[in-house]
């Protein structure tokens, strides 16, 4: 609520003020000399003052002064009946915003006063709002050159990855597409998916492997099977990936959701051995979409299997090492899509399904 002290040791005059402007809402205080003003100023910095010039023991000046070396955005209206200008002048050097005259009649209130009072207390508002709004855009400019230089260093940070050998190229990209294609499958059945969390999808898809930058390239391009201590090596790639990606503001969803696109709804996936109810639903989707991409593509260690074998591998380890229902949203989705791009004679192999 605007705070307004009417200063006055005219109590009749000061009465009118007060009833005047409570009654459009205000909450007004009564000070009756400079010295109760001056404890009210200090205590409830009131928006606006009326302040009667001509007072004992203190006048009006020497208030307007002491409020002026207080806080000098109180407005000031001076109330004299008697003013003269020398005194006028004074008192707008000293930082009065208007006058208005005694005594008061109420058309005078109703009219050339509550003018006054709005042009005081809602011009700088609406200054206020002006500033803010104008602040607001260059915030909303910022966020979105700092939007742009964040998905540049997500791209950059997946190229790096992917540059080390051929068979990790173009790997995050086809991760990110099919499970662009889950999460819209799942949308199309009633799940609530919005924009905000395809984006995340999207930067936790290309960064999901970035911690494998930690682990050696004879581990990683190793044709036969790893032994046991080379698989603890590669098991420590999704906490290389959040140290990699902690210094990066506001991101922590997004690392939480890479760390745990390796654990198993049983439970003994890894790094965590986290359950079914605690993995991020987007993590469930980037373990079906890697898993898929790592089966149709080929690897050091073996060749691309055909498509269908990887679909009954998924099928054969749902609610064990997958969400059920992601595997079944991405089958369904992607044989959707095979179909559609069969009929418009787009070739489909491993990793080859058009972009959606």
Do not use: W
Request: net charge neutral; charged share 30%; hydrophobic share 40%.
């Amino acid at each position: 609520m605007l705070e307004i002290l009417v200063v006055d040791d005219e109590q009749e005059i000061a009465k009118a003020l007060q009833d005047f402007f409570t009654e459009k809402g205000y909450n007004v205080r009564i000070a009756t000399n400079g010295k109760i003003a001056m404890e009210i100023v200090k205590e409830h910095r009131p928006h606006l003052v009326f302040l009667d010039i001509r007072m004992p023991m203190m006048d009006g000046l020497s208030v307007l002064r002491n409020i002026r070396e207080f806080d000098k955005s109180i407005k000031v209206i001076m109330v004299t009946a008697f003013g003269t200008k020398e005194i006028m002048l004074e008192a707008k050097r000293l930082g009065a915003v208007d006058f208005i005259r005694k005594p008061f009649t109420p058309a005078y209130l109703k009219h050339d006063v509550i003018d006054k009072v709005n042009v005081q207390l809602f011009g700088d508002l609406r200054e206020e709002i002006e500033e803010k709004n104008k602040l607001i855009d260059k915030l909303e400019h910022l966020n979105e050159k700092i939007t742009r230089n964040f998905y540049q260093t997500v791209m950059s940070l997946a190229a790096a990855l992917e540059s080390r050998d051929r068979y990790t190229h173009g790997h995050s990209e086809r991760v990110d597409m099919y499970s662009r294609i889950i999460a819209k499958e799942m949308a199309s059945f009633g799940l609530e998916i919005d924009k905000k969390f395809l984006d995340n999808l999207h930067i936790e898809s290309r960064l999901h492997d970035i911690g494998k930058i930690a682990v050696s390239d004879i581990v990683l391009n190793k044709p036969g099977k790893l032994t046991e201590s080379e698989f603890i090596e590669i098991r420590k790639h999704p906490g290389e990936s959040a140290k990699i990606l902690s210094p990066l503001d506001n991101i922590q969803e997004n690392i939480d959701v890479i760390y745990a696109h390796h654990e198993r709804v049983d439970g003994k996936g890894y790094p965590a051995r986290k359950t079914e109810s605690r993995i991020p639903l987007r993590a469930k989707i980037i373990a079906v979409a890697d898993a898929f991409d790592a089966m149709t593509s080929d690897r050091p260690y073996r060749k691309a299997i055909p498509v269908e074998t990887a679909f009954r591998e998924l099928e054969k380890n749902k609610n064990l090492q997958f969400d059920g229902n992601v595997v079944d949203c991405f089958i369904s989705a992607y044989n959707k899509k095979r179909k559609d791009s069969m009929s418009r004679k787009v070739q489909v192999g491993s990793g080859a399904l058009e972009k959606i």
